[in-house]
């Protein structure tokens, strides 16, 4: 049985609240512009080649927790971060999160 591969990967937690949509389940936030101000957390976590979502999400859990003990890996989504604009991606329901595609698609994470 091969054993898997970690890789590190840097996380940083965000503030990207927007009050006029946070109270409305499922409706559309708008792209934000990155700034220095939004970031709560910066860290690392090691993303394993044959982890699923679930496993992803408590790994990157267990590094917020260090600093906000009450986090939950339900508290925050996958962001992509392209130059200064933090985006959320729009993909199938069906897609796995699996190393590929969190590799891909995540640049950090937000609440």
Known sequence: MEKQKFHLKAVDLLDIS?????????????????????????????????????EIRESITKVLKQRFPFVKSTHFDIVKQERNKILTPVVKESLKWDYKHVKQLCGYISI
């Open 18 to 54: 927007d009050p006029e949509f946070d109270d409305k389940p499922g409706s559309y936030s708008p792209d934000k512009t990155l700034k220095d101000e939004m970031v709560l957390l910066k860290g690392y976590f090691e993303l394993g080649m044959q982890q699923k979502k679930s």
